[in-house]
């Protein structure tokens, strides 16, 4: 299990407009194409530097390729990571401002507190 | 040396560019109060006159990741590029070029270092809306140095909310013993409660309304022992998600000072987030 890693797609695809998009039409492609290429990038050093070890586990690659938010929320993935990869992606689906933020909301309704924890 | 003509402490409400900017059908219907409250609070700075604006703010995992995450980061580079892709994305926030003032951070670095305080720091920093958005709000010319000093509300583990306000308290002496003629401004920016990817995101007001009141009455106040009495990490999960940003605000407390109330507060209430505007004259209230 590895919080950090989850919390690593979300950061490094949000970051790359072609990765977004990639991720919002194929979802189960883009996650396997950035667990070989992406995953083990220590992103200040160059390519022969990569991080050997790091693997999210089934549980985290299933909750990523269903883009099923609520379930990376359970995870522990960091709320604002989240939040922000998702708005970026699903957004432009809804009408009404804030349509889709509130669609989120919505479907965390169930959460309590405490929340997951997100240290990683 | 140095004077301290001004402490701001503000919420960053990344929305505020758009909505002030929207004309016609776009333009949200709470647009205009909030430009009047924002342009009512931009005056009190403009009335201090300062010639360099040190910024408290926090990056919200744009340049700062896991893999190096400081705690406390003072920015020393002559410029700072600012505004990330995914916030013109998300909030249509504007690239911006600001000027740094590399002898202030020098100053602050090494002073704070002696202090106590292991600062990190960086020599090329792109920062982010925590900053960009009081400079549109409080000084959209952005014709003035700024010296950037990022904390970790946002990664935990984080520093205990006290350490907050001794920082606070530091930076507030070192700019004070700036062998200098400037006139400097401290400008932080944080949140009341906050909820940001979690189910109480997005309502008709903040998350805890009651939280809100309380928080704006010890800022108000300098209420500073009865603040951190209440306030622990944990206890800044009940409130919203995203609360812990409201240790920036302890920090501006940790510079105006305890027992040291606001000269000048104002509030606004929106859907999401509750804004609040502060501003202290440690020397009195300019002509």
């Known amino acids: 299990m590895s919080k950090y890693l989850l919390n690593k797609f979300l950061y490094t695809v949000d970051r790359d407009p072609e990765l977004v998009e990639r991720y919002r039409d194929d979802p189960a492609g883009t996650v396997a194409h950035w667990e070989a290429e992406y995953a083990g990038r220590l992103l200040n050093c160059v390519a022969g530097e990569a991080t050997t070890w790091l693997a999210l586990d089934d549980t985290e690659r299933a909750a990523l390729v269903a883009h099923d938010y609520p379930a990376l929320f359970a995870l522990g993935a960091h709320p604002f990571l989240t939040l922000t990869l998702f708005i970026a992606m699903f957004e432009r689906d809804h009408a009404e401002p804030l349509g889709f933020q509130l669609e989120y909301a919505r479907r965390l309704a169930h959460v309590t507190l405490p929340y997951p924890d997100i240290a990683t | ?287």
């Open chain 2, 1 to 287: 040396m140095a004077e301290l003509v001004a402490v701001i402490a503000s919420t960053h409400h990344p929305f505020y560019y758009r909505a002030s900017t929207a004309t016609g059908a776009d333009r949200p219907p709470f647009a205009d109060e909030w430009v009047r409250k924002i342009e009512a609070f931009r005056a009190t700075l403009t009335r201090a006159r300062p010639d360099v604006l040190v910024m408290v703010g926090s990056d919200h995992f744009h340049q700062l990741w896991l893999d190096n995450m400081p705690q406390f980061l003072v920015g020393k580079a002559p410029f700072y590029d600012a505004n990330f892709s995914n916030e013109e994305r998300e909030f249509g926030l504007p690239k911006m070029l600001l000027k740094g003032h590399e002898e202030l951070s020098a100053h602050v670095l090494r002073e704070g270092l002696d202090a106590g305080f292991d600062l990190a720091f960086s020599n090329e920093l792109r920062i982010d809306h925590s900053i960009t958005c009081p400079i549109i709000t409080l000084r959209p010319q952005a014709d003035l140095p700024i010296v950037p000093v990022y904390t970790n509300i946002f990664a935990p583990p984080l520093p205990q909310p006290k350490r907050f306000v001794q920082l606070g308290g530091m930076i507030r002496q070192v700019v004070e013993s700036w062998p200098s003629d400037q006139r400097v401004a401290v400008i932080g920016t944080g949140h009341l409660s906050l909820e940001l990817g979690g189910p109480r995101q997005f309502g008709p007001h903040g998350p805890d309304p009651e939280f809100d009141r309380k928080a704006v009455g010890w800022i108000a106040g300098g209420d500073i022992e009865e603040c951190l009495a209440e306030v622990s990490l944990d206890s800044l999960h009940l409130p919203g998600n995203a609360t812990h940003g409201f240790m920036d605000f302890m920090l501006m407390m940790g510079v105006a000072g305890q027992g040291r109330r606001a000269d000048y507060v104002d509030t606004l209430d929106l859907f999401h987030t509750m804004e609040a505007y502060f501003t202290w004259y440690p020397n009195g209230a300019p002509e």
